[in-house]
């Protein structure tokens, strides 16, 4: 495994930096955030009415004297409330995906963009990835931030980069094959997809590409998904989070040893809350990631309840960077699911599926209203092979998915296996769950 000297640093004194000092620079950094903030016509106002000046928050914990904000209160005020240059230092918006509702815009000066391609070239360097590397980038450009973020985090780094874009499989894999791609950024659940064409187009990854490393991000998946990627791509592949309200990608991210993501802490502050109480949960337990962004400047944001469940993993990581990890993102608390009680995650149907020989690439929750009673029916594709196979076979494994949920999530669901390929989860963010519940929340 890396040690601290293996030179796997882009960015040495930053990511090198101990507790002390991680901890010394965000409270160093707290003043010039307030007075960048009161800027803007939100804070401004907020500062106000609590009596918040710049000489009054000397430390982390004395940001806990302002309130949280989420993406219900950015739609609401509008994020033009938030912009805390004069527009004319905009050079770009981005916006949000829009995965739980309207999306929303964040605005960026050219400092902001500059300083996001360094952190996304830091990630990338982190785990390998050298100016000699092809990169092929196949998360949608345009307003989503995961496809331009990589983009001009490579090339900064100096890779060849192939900005190839989502969807259109055939052509992706032809670029890589072309190109001699070694490295490729991808939403999980279209890998899947991908690795499905792989198949059908008799291709073995190993043998016939020169693929080495897989970024893999944007929705939550099981670190089942990740070995059947890694085994399928021949690749190894590192979770990366962020979100477009902290500039997008580039704000947790996975150093080869694999144990959870480094949160980069000279840049943001996190908080782990309990998003009933919004109390701060103890170091190590479940909760929801709030952030605070410390260098923004056309939108900082202070306290951005992000609405993604993980925890802290406590101990020290393998490579010596002393940025607090994060485990894996469970989901969006609004990606739960109550079905006879129990509360459901998608990742914990995927976790199941995904150990089981025969099942396919992809997989859909659907809820429905039978009597009085809700119901889970689980649509799994199954293999090439399963679907071409003996019938009974097909049978033993629907009685064997049965009951391994069961056992999981304490809830037997219906289970339709189907055929390779029917389940379109689209190119972007994969939608999990079709909640055909009356008065539903979910779509
Ligand atoms: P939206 O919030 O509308 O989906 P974004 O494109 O800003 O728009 O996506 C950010 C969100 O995507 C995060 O808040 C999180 O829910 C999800 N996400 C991003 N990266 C990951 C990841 N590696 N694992 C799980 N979820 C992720
Ligand atoms: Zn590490």
Not at 25 to 36: C, D, G, N, Y
Not at 62 to 67: Q, S
Not at 249 to 255: D, H, K, L, N, S
Request: net charge neutral; aromatic share 6%.
């Amino acid at each position: 495994m890396e040690s601290i000297n293996s030179g796997n640093c882009w960015d040495r004194k930053n990511e090198l930096l101990s507790r002390e000092e991680i901890e010394g620079m965000q409270a160093h950094k707290l003043s010039s955030l307030i007075e960048r903030c009161s800027e803007s016509r939100y804070y401004k106002e907020m500062f106000k009415r609590k009596g918040i000046t710049p000489d009054r928050i000397k430390t982390t914990k004395d940001i806990k004297r302002i309130d949280f904000i989420d993406k219900s209160i950015l739609r609401e005020e509008t994020s033009w409330r938030f912009l805390a240059v004069k527009g004319e230092h905009v050079v770009r918006m981005h916006s949000s995906s829009g995965t739980t509702g309207q999306a929303t815009v964040v605005f960026h000066t050219k400092g902001d963009i500059e300083e996001w391609a360094e952190l996304i070239a830091r990630c990338m360097y982190m785990v390998g990835v050298r100016r000699q590397d092809v990169f092929q980038n196949m998360m949608g450009y345009g307003l989503f931030t995961g496809g331009l973020g990589f983009h001009y985090g490579a090339e900064r780094l100096g890779c060849m980069v192939i900005p190839s874009g989502a969807g259109n499989s055939k052509r992706q894999i032809s670029l890589m094959r072309e190109f001699g791609t070694t490295t490729i950024h991808i939403i999980p659940s279209y890998a899947l997809r991908l690795q499905s064409v792989f198949e059908e187009l008799n291709i073995d990854p190993e043998k016939d590409l020169k693929l080495t490393t897989a970024f893999i991000g944007a929705e939550p998946h099981s670190e089942r998904l990740r070995e059947k990627l890694e085994n399928a791509l021949g690749v190894d592949a590192y979770n990366s989070y962020g979100l477009s309200e902290m500039c997008g990608p580039g704000v947790a991210f996975e150093c080869r040893g694999k144990a959870g993501m480094h949160l980069w802490e000279d840049k943001y502050i996190m908080e782990i809350i309990d998003p009933k109480t919004l109390e701060p949960m103890p170091d190590g337990e479940e909760g929801e990631l709030v952030l605070t962004s410390l260098n923004r400047e056309a939108m900082p944001l202070i306290r951005y309840r992000t609405h993604d469940l993980t925890r802290i993993v406590k101990g020290d990581c393998v490579c010596g960077r002393k940025h607090r990890r994060i485990e894996r993102i469970k989901g969006r608390t609004d990606d739960m699911f109550i079905i006879k009680g129990v509360n459901i995650f998608p990742m914990q149907v995927e976790r199941v599926l995904l150990k089981t020989v025969g099942v396919g690439s992809n997989y859909q929750i659907i809820l429905h209203r039978k009597g009085s009673a809700d119901n889970m029916k689980v649509k799994v594709e199954v293999s090439d092979e399963m679907w071409r196979g003996d019938l009974e076979d097909l049978k033993r494994l629907k009685i064997r998915l049965e009951s391994e949920m069961r056992d999981e999530i304490l809830v037997k669901p219906e289970l339709e296996l189907v055929e390779p390929g029917l389940i379109d989860t689209g190119e972007g963010k994969a939608k999990r769950v079709i909640d055909e519940r009356d008065g539903a929340i979910l779509e």
